[in-house]
């Protein structure tokens, strides 16, 4: 079965069912997702990795506390070196931003690095839509984009692809001949992006953080397409949610070694791409215009209903790697831009495209491995109970399980319905499992969503303090004390 991409527009359950049923989804992300979890342990073993994870946080800390004065200071920066700085307050305005810029170059082609910022204000959807060709030239996003796909991974997007998946993609829309072989695969995509670098007349990035006391745009990457995009074409954009700041090149230097251990394992990116203006009278390359766009979309909104802490977020996609849910499911069942563990905390509330995003807070067992994996030690299961808490405030879970969470509150406010409610289900569960092997294999709707694949194990026959009444008792009879006496 071919790894077809999970329809984003599907209800919720649907995507989930699609995706849990795609047996190839689950290996290939074992296998790419697994081995770059891995790749981080090792790497961040490699260093004092505690010491790095509580040196960016505290870094995120402070550029959260100083924000308005970070973004001025960045502003007045980009500026003093001859570029510009554009102020959206959403999506729209930002498209609206670059739809602008284009127009006054007369951009026929644009080169992209990757950028989950653009994805998430669909900027490819808006130049599209007025006649500008958009090429995407990161070798993943690029794979994607011939298959009409979104990303499904933060820093890998066709991390839900295997092989030959993609070489059946790039024999179609390349003209490629059969093979398997990686090496191949890559020269054709390099020969082709070549021609679209030379040809293109604005490049647009996303932005993996940006130095305020420089004004300094920087991308890391691993394939060199970020140089090429900020330096080839006349015009380069980059575009940047607010929260990216860092307040110095020491900084800057810090996050990268974070992002490069947690994201793909490596101790640094092979690229990083750092452009501060236009081309200047002695430089040998670069663009002759350089534009900054700084989105907001939610974010400061996000900082007023106290969720600041996951802005601190460096887009690593290490809680992705770990989790267990991503792992079964991949990036597309979330049915939003953002997945996994920080997806599910962001999408509902920046203002992306996404497919009810109100349930994404429950798409998590809230293991926890993810605050552990992260590397700015983000709350990641407490901003998602908290998002649950929301959510169940506003009316959010049906009448049948608010009568349900009613019930067992008020049987935990009393002893006695506790104790009967407990034998009760007891004699209940153990009753069903006795018709079926010591099992109950089959429950009426809503708990069959439970067993329609797993059994459910029935309750013990003695509570706790049943047995340890017992036991108490079986001491005292042997000893002839009371328990505790001397
Ligand atoms: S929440 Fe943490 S682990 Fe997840 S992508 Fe962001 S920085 Fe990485």
């Not at 924000?67 to 980009?78: H, M």
């Not at 909104?301 to 600041?308: F, N, P, S, T, V």
């Amino acid at each position: 079965m071919p790894t077809a991409p999970i329809n984003l527009h599907a209800p919720y359950k649907e995507r989930i069912h699609d995706a849990l049923h795609n047996k190839n989804l689950k290996t290939v992300l074992n296998r790419t997702v697994g081995r770059m979890s891995a790749s981080r342990v090792a790497a961040m073993g490699a260093v004092d990795g505690e010491q790095l994870r509580r040196q960016v946080r505290q870094m995120k800390e402070y550029v959260l506390r100083n924000l308005p004065d970070l973004l001025e200071q960045f502003e007045a920066n980009v500026e003093e070196n001859g570029g510009h700085v554009h102020w959206a307050q959403d999506a729209a305005d930002a498209n609206r931003i670059l739809l602008d810029l284009a127009r006054r170059h007369a951009v026929q082609k644009v080169v992209k690095s990757k950028s989950m910022v653009t994805e998430e204000i669909c900027l490819n959807d808006a130049l599209e839509g007025a006649g500008v060709k958009v090429v995407e030239t990161d070798l993943g996003e690029y794979i994607i984009q011939l298959a009409g796909e979104p990303p499904s991974h933060i820093v890998a997007p066709a991390a839900h692809k295997r092989i030959e998946d993609i070489a059946a993609v790039m024999q179609e829309k390349l003209d490629m001949p059969p093979t398997l072989d990686a090496e191949v695969m890559c020269s054709a995509a390099r020969a082709s992006l070549r021609r679209e670098f030379l040809s293109a007349d604005m490049g647009v990035s996303g932005c993996n953080f940006a130095i305020a006391e420089t004004g300094t745009v920087c991308i890391a990457t691993n394939e060199g397409n970020g140089r090429m995009v900020a330096s080839l074409p006349r015009v380069y954009v980059a575009v940047m949610g607010i929260e990216k700041l860092v307040p110095s090149v020491e900084d800057a230097f810090l996050q990268l070694q974070a992002l490069s251990r947690s994201s793909t394992g490596q101790q640094v990116t092979v690229y990083l791409s750092m452009t501060s203006g236009p081309r200047q009278p002695l430089d040998v390359d670069g663009p002759e215009e350089f534009h900054v766009v700084l989105l907001d979309n939610g974010r400061s909104e996000m900082l007023a209903r106290g969720y600041g802490e996951a802005l601190m977020c460096i887009r690593c996609g290490a809680c992705l790697n770990i989790c267990p849910v991503y792992r079964e499911i991949g990036g597309h069942a979330y049915g939003s831009t953002y997945s996994g563990p920080i997806g599910s905390v962001i999408s509902p509330m920046l203002a992306v495209e996404a497919s009810e995003p109100e349930k994404l807070p429950y798409a998590s067992s809230l293991c926890g491995a993810c605050r552990d994996a992260c590397p700015v030690m983000i709350d990641l299961p407490r901003l998602l109970l908290d998002l649950r808490h929301y959510y169940v405030q506003q009316g959010a879970p049906s009448w049948l399980e608010r009568q349900a969470m009613q019930g067992f509150l008020k049987m935990m406010q009393s002893r006695k319905l506790y104790e009967a409610g407990g034998k009760m289900g007891s004699l209940g569960s153990n009753l069903l499992a006795s018709f079926n092997g010591g099992a109950i294999t089959h429950m009426p709707p809503p708990f069959s969503a439970w067993t329609k694949t797993r059994h459910f194990p029935p309750l013990a026959r003695k509570s706790f303090r049943e047995l340890w009444a017992e036991r108490m008792e079986r001491r005292k009879s042997i000893s002839g004390r009371e328990p505790g006496e001397g």
